[in-house]
């Protein structure tokens, strides 16, 4: 009604002005030049006026029109306006000889109309195609959050003139709609976008909501159903609304933004697999690495810790892969409870990251560590299986330590390499790690290929009772001389052959050449067992028992004539598991040691249930015994109890006749050292064995 009250306003205003004009200037009896004039200046001066009104009432609407706009039309209105009074001109002349000529001008003008509105509705129409086409190529893969969707929308909403345009998105399984909506002046109400995907269901067509004119709404459909609703209201410029084509037009736009919407949850998902570890739902180590980079740009001061599950491939080797999960659940769960605020990150197996800003109060880099280990270690129930949770951990410092996500991540993981090759508390990270690392790296390509190229040998090192002298056995030691790193001694290749899954085909080696060498003397008269070191990951290695039977069966030698020297660590590590294991070779004849004692964490106690021959107690305990007192203490104690127990001592690295004195007199029952000999070659051994038997007769 306003529109029309102020169209008819303007009309009547204008037909005013032009009579006005016509009346000033004309001589009513003829027509001629000043009636043309009249004319003319007549319909000038309304367009003028009324463009001015129309500016005048849009201003006071509140959306004022540019001086630009208003002068460019204001132009084609003036041109088009003169042509009209031409075509009056001609009209009036003609009416004024013969009146009936008005019957075929009204033709005439509305034919002129016709073609007119037609040539508007279809330059109309090419420019909707060519918005179309532009947007439709501009169009890329949205996603439904991005502010870039509301852009997409805006333009949408341009494109069908309309004033208000709603995308309801149906937002997963609990039914809600999210809706995001763009529209011009004042925002409608909100609706309920299930009311209209069931109209649409039923009828093809949706009511329009209180507030709005006129509706229209498509669903936009994606390859898995429906992902949302796409309606406009309020088509803008004219009283006429939406009719098909608008229709049509809105339903090609919903199917470029079904599309566009699909392909950018496409590219999301995608995105987020490559961001994130599937199991924990953490980021992952490329991740970690943006993340640090991103936070060392507005703080250069941060904590990363690198923290490693340990035996975790123990765990899944055994236990089965479920186990590992649940481990690695398990360890997610307290680092995210504990470390809210930190970027907490999985970057492999069993390693995660922690990394914090420094001036929060963490304190040091290893207090860092430590509270880490604090937080996460202790005992954890996976499943029906009790467990224990113990960390490697490794820490750096920025900046002091690097500048970038991947050096501080690198460094801090070698860090933890070396903590966990210690056996110690959380490492810092040092320059000399960076050394180290290049030569371990060295090292274990090399034992690799040595041991692929049999190229580890065997020394044996002979056992000698303490009160006679005789020989009781001889022990197999790993030796190594590659060709250009020189002599590398078990103390360095043992712990990085274990840290790179190298222990089993080493172990296998030794145990061979150590059976053949026993099988030799054998031969030549001279019945010696030999005894092989074994890891505690090697024992609990479920194919260890067949392996050892298999290789006696094939050497061919009595079982009891093998011994196996396990360390104290293999009972402190998984005491029911190392059990069943050595239950399985005694069974098989087998004898046990146990070597280093002392220097681990268990106690006599530990061995009491388990079937153990021998104690082999640290040189550490041997090297001052003549003159600590709390050395003889603790050797006297250690013999006690493993006679009550039924096992043979041995007293390891003993260099003096001092020493051998006093052990003796503690009832030491064997020794071994360079006392007696050095670690020597298989025939060397031969040759000493022979040597020493005659020596003593
Ligand atoms: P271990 O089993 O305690 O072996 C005794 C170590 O002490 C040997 O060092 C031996 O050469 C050394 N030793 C013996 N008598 C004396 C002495 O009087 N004075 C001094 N200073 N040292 C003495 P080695 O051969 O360097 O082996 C070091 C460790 O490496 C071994 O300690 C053992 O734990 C490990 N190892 C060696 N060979 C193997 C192997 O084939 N498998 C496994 N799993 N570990 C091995
Ligand atoms: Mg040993
Ligand atoms: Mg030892």
Redesign the pocket.
Known sequence: PLKIFFNLGIDTMEVALVTGAVTLLGRSDVPGPRLWLGLLLGLLASEVLSHISLAAVMGLLGAPMTVNRLVRTLGFALISASVFACLAVVAVTAMWTERRVVVVILLLAASLTVAYRGHRRLSAQQRTTEALYDFVKELGPLCADAEETRDVLEQIRVLLHARHLDLALSAGTDGAWRHVAVFDGVPLTPFDATVIADSIAQTGAAAPPSGAHDRMATPLLGMNGVLGVLTVNDRLGSNRGFDMGDLRLLETVATELATALERGKLLGDLGLAATTDPLTRLPNLSDVTQRLDSALRSNSSILVAAVAVDSFREVNDTLGHQVGDDLLVEVTRRLALSYPHAIVGRIGGGRFAVAVQSDEAWGDPSMFGLGIRAQVEGGAQLGAIGTHIRLSVGVVSAPDHGRDGSTLLRRAETAMYGARHSQGGPAVWEPAYEVQGQRRLAVVMALREALAGGAIGVAF?PKLKTQTGQITGV????RWTHPALGAI???EF?PLAEASGLMGP??TT?LRQSLTACMGWQRRGGRIGVA????ADTVLDPNFVTEVSAIITSVGIDPDLLTL?LTEGIVVEDPVLAAVRMHELRAFGVKLSV??FGTGYSSLTYLKGLPVNEVKID?GFIDDVVDDAGDRAVVRAVVDIAHTLGMTVVA????QEDQHRILSALGVDET????HAR?MAAVDMAAWLRRHESARR
């Open positions: 090192q022990e197999a030691l790993a001694g078990p103390d043992i080493l172990t030794v092989v070191n074994v890891s020297e070597d280093d040189k390891e690295g003993i260099e071994q050292g360079y006392l670690p």
